[in-house]
């Protein structure tokens, strides 16, 4: 694999919108949610206001996020929200014997950091149809197999600066990022898709994860 300079990849995505751009208040909010959703539980309407008085975000604000970043219900409550799902996606994500999924492999990467708990992680390589399995703690990439294992990262293209709904960050970020079983696969599937990107090793990208959500972490 080439040499990536994770810094420039990182203020790149934060340029484009990836994460969107947040207020400490924001923040803190969105680390509190994503920890209730990792409980295994649909939201409701009053614990979000729960969490808003909690980190002190005026309710409409918080609305505003969920707008932006929510899976809901048929009964309007949260199932999910920026990256970690009770849904079903491709790439399972088990956090204390809770079953959940994420909407790409990356989120896999930099989620437990933000939740502080280990994730056994299962995906499928979109071209040799390989399972991959990871292990990923708040600290480190503990373990993968395959050993080759990768995963791609991609700029997306956006006329504003931040994505306006979930099916917006699924189209133009989520259905591009996968993890590969090996840097030949994943310079395959690009060429294949006619995709722009760049292909990082996992350790890379768990980097890349805590040098673009740091605002984030330090909630």
Same mark, same amino acid.
């Given at each position: 694999? @080439?040499?990536? !300079? =994770?810094?420039?990849?990182?203020?790149?995505? !934060?340029?484009?919108? &990836?994460?969107?751009?947040?207020?400490?208040?924001?923040?803190?909010?969105?680390?509190?949610?994503?920890?209730?959703?990792?409980?295994?539980?649909? %939201?409701?309407?009053?614990?979000?206001?729960?969490?808003?008085?909690? %980190?002190?975000?005026?309710?409409?604000?918080?609305?505003?996020?969920?707008?932006?970043?929510?899976?809901?219900?048929?009964? #309007?409550?949260?199932?999910?929200?920026?990256?970690? /799902?009770? *849904?079903? @996606?491709?790439?399972?994500? =088990?956090?204390? #014997?809770?079953?959940?999924?994420?909407?790409?492999?990356?989120?896999?990467?930099?989620?437990?950091?933000?939740?502080?708990?280990?994730?056994? +992680?299962?995906?499928?390589?979109?071209?040799?149809? *390989?399972?991959?399995? =990871?292990?990923?703690?708040?600290?480190?990439?503990?373990?993968?197999?395959?050993?080759?294992?990768?995963?791609?990262?991609?700029?997306? *293209?956006?006329?504003?600066?931040?994505?306006?709904?979930?099916?917006? +960050?699924?189209?133009?970020?989520?259905?591009?990022? @996968?993890?590969?079983?090996?840097?030949?696969? $994943?310079?395959?599937?690009?060429?294949?898709?006619? &995709?722009?990107?760049?292909? =990082?090793?996992?350790?890379?990208?768990?980097?890349? #994860? /805590?040098?673009?959500? $740091?605002?984030?972490?330090?909630?």
């Amino acid at each position: 694999m @080439h040499n990536v !300079n =994770l810094v420039e990849l990182a203020q790149s995505l !934060n340029d484009a919108g &990836i994460p969107p751009r947040f207020e400490p208040d924001q923040a803190r909010f969105v680390v509190q949610l994503w920890r209730q959703v990792a409980r295994g539980q649909p %939201v409701r309407a009053e614990q979000i206001k729960q969490i808003a008085s909690r %980190v002190e975000i005026d309710l409409d604000e918080a609305n505003a996020l969920l707008e932006q970043g929510a899976e809901r219900d048929k009964q #309007g409550s949260v199932v999910g929200f920026i990256g970690l /799902s009770q *849904n079903k @996606h491709p790439y399972q994500f =088990l956090i204390n #014997g809770q079953p959940l999924s994420t909407w790409c492999a990356w989120d896999s990467l930099f989620l437990p950091v933000m939740l502080n708990q280990t994730a056994k +992680v299962v995906s499928t390589c979109p071209v040799t149809k *390989n399972e991959i399995k =990871l292990t990923i703690t708040p600290d480190k990439v503990e373990q993968y197999e395959p050993t080759k294992a990768v995963i791609s990262i991609v700029r997306p *293209n956006l006329t504003k600066s931040d994505p306006e709904s979930v099916e917006e +960050v699924w189209m133009v970020f989520c259905r591009q990022v @996968h993890f590969f079983s090996s840097y030949q696969a $994943g310079t395959e599937w690009m060429s294949r898709k006619n &995709i722009e990107g760049t292909i =990082l090793s996992i350790e890379e990208g768990y980097e890349l #994860g /805590s040098l673009t959500f $740091g605002e984030l972490i330090k909630q």
